[in-house]
């Protein structure tokens, strides 16, 4: 950083992160990454995957730049994803959160990501983010989507794992309605972390989890 302190991209780098409260995140990776020369991932921020012995295993990149023309978020070419911040998974904590996104993910304690959300299927892990999931058997495993009142996306997912059987935060009315993720929360209210009672006191499943997703419009 010292070396490209007169980069543009380096610059702007460090200014998103600063932005999306990524370096004071409660959860955030040990490192974020970013490569000026890469044919593919050139001049976009790189978030990197670690597996449950601290290796990056995959990453995903977001781009800086308003004119760059690919999608917003690229992932490792020809790799099965795995699950981003796995490795920040706490034994203190009973509960594993899972979200959509990696940046959301950083904002509360045992937050991990899929890196993408296949809406219509129930196939919502590869093999091996299933694996490292599998390796925290006791873990009460909570999933946590983007604001079911914002996204279509999201409402149809949810009420897909409910379904299934799992449990889902279903966002309150009043924030749900305000925000559309936890990022853009955490940002509004000036927090690095978003209080685990928050998940708790909305999370459902079963009966009681199909009809509160099935008042949303």
């Not at 977001?62 to 699950?83: A, C, F, G, Q, V």
């Not at 091996?128 to 989507?145: D, M, T």
Request: aromatic share 12%; charged share 25%.
């Amino acid at each position: 950083l010292q070396y490209y302190t007169d980069n543009d991209i380096v610059n702007s780098a460090m200014k998103y992160i600063k932005q999306r409260k990524l370096d004071i995140a409660i959860n955030k990776p040990k490192t974020f990454w970013l490569s000026l020369s890469d044919f593919t991932h050139k001049n976009r921020l790189v978030i990197p995957f670690y597996n449950l012995t601290d290796t990056i295993v995959f990453y995903q990149t977001r781009s800086l730049d308003k004119t760059d023309t690919r999608p917003k978020y690229l992932s490792k070419i020809n790799s099965d994803k795995t699950l981003f911040n796995i490795n920040n998974v706490s034994p203190q904590l009973n509960k594993i959160f899972i979200f959509e996104g990696p940046i959301d993910a950083c904002f509360i304690k045992n937050g991990v990501a899929m890196a993408g959300l296949n809406e219509n299927s129930q196939t919502t892990l590869t093999p091996s983010q299933q694996a490292q999931l599998n390796f925290y058997k006791l873990h009460e495993k909570i999933w946590v989507l983007d604001s079911q009142w914002k996204d279509s996306a999201s409402r149809t997912k949810s009420k897909i794992l409910l379904e299934m059987g799992e449990k889902v935060f279903i966002w309150p009315e009043d924030y749900g309605k305000r925000f559309k993720d936890f990022n853009e929360m955490a940002l509004s209210l000036d927090i690095p972390d978003i209080p685990i009672s928050f998940i708790e006191n909305n999370t459902y499943s079963g009966l009681k989890g199909k009809i509160i997703i099935g008042q949303i419009n």
